[in-house]
């Protein structure tokens, strides 16, 4: 896990209520992930980011947003519309463009549960 | 689209036995392929991955894959199982477009038990 931090490690979220899941790399990479993990479905990309200030949807992103005004920085915003937040939420990141970009490097994750 | 395919839910062995874990993958273009371990409430460790060359790739722990393209295969194996060997194992794989990052694609995991 080292080297990506996410915070905090529980977070709770109360109906209708929008919260952010923080995630900060100190490993110089360009690009960062988010996935979500549920029981017994593998890990599915929610939101990534190849460089500051631009990012792209992935498989399952409604009722997420995110920004990168950073390089070391990428938060998940979980909005009122996402109706099943609740899951464990990995953030990852790789290497800088054209340096071994393909492995991805994970933080230790976020376990989002509803009140 | 591209998938990743782990058959077994969950692999049972005796420790000091050999182990192998499945995966199979379907991806246009040639694939990048990674093997990951989970333990309870943490992220994912990378094990190993195949980018080009050898079809046989040795990781971390002792963990080595195979990897097989007439039968898409990417099977994760070690000689002698250990007790501290048991986790949640992950296959992923990435279509390589030449294009920059983008995510990956997992497989639903797989249970390894190692048994005392």
């Known amino acids: 896990d080292g080297g990506i931090t996410q915070s905090p490690k529980y977070l709770f979220r109360k109906e209708g209520q929008n919260v952010t899941l923080s995630c900060e790399q100190n490993l110089n990479h360009d690009a960062m992930y988010w996935y979500r993990q549920d029981p017994g479905q593998g890990l599915r990309l929610i939101y990534y980011?190849?460089?500051?200030?631009?990012?792209q949807k992935g498989d399952i992103a409604e009722g997420y947003s995110v920004s990168r005004e950073k390089k070391e920085s990428f938060p998940l915003t979980v909005t009122s519309a996402q109706k099943n937040p609740t899951a464990f939420y990995l953030c990852?990141?790789?290497?800088?463009?054209?340096?071994?970009?393909?492995?991805?490097?994970f933080g230790p994750g976020t376990r989002l549960l509803v009140l | 689209a591209q998938s990743v395919a782990q058959p077994e839910d969950q692999v049972n062995v005796a420790e000091g036995n050999p182990l192998t874990v499945k995966c199979t993958y379907s991806?246009?273009?040639?694939?990048?392929l990674f093997w990951y371990v989970q333990y309870p409430n943490r992220g994912l460790q990378f094990l190993l991955k195949?980018?080009?060359?050898?079809?046989l790739v040795k990781g971390s722990y002792g963990f080595e894959a195979e990897f097989n393209k007439s039968q898409t295969s990417f099977h994760l194996k070690k000689p002698s199982a250990l007790v501290s060997d048991s986790a949640l194992y992950f296959c992923?794989?990435?279509?390589?477009?030449?294009?920059?990052?983008?995510?990956?694609?997992f497989g639903k995991g797989t249970h390894l038990i190692i048994q005392p």
């Open positions: 195949y980018i080009t060359g050898d079809n």
């Open positions: 990852a990141s790789s290497s800088p463009l054209g340096q071994g970009q393909e492995t991805q490097y």
């Open positions: 992923a794989v990435r279509g390589y477009s030449g294009g920059g990052a983008d995510g990956l694609t």
């Open positions: 991806v246009s273009g040639n694939p990048y």
């Open positions: 980011s190849q460089i500051v200030n631009d990012f």
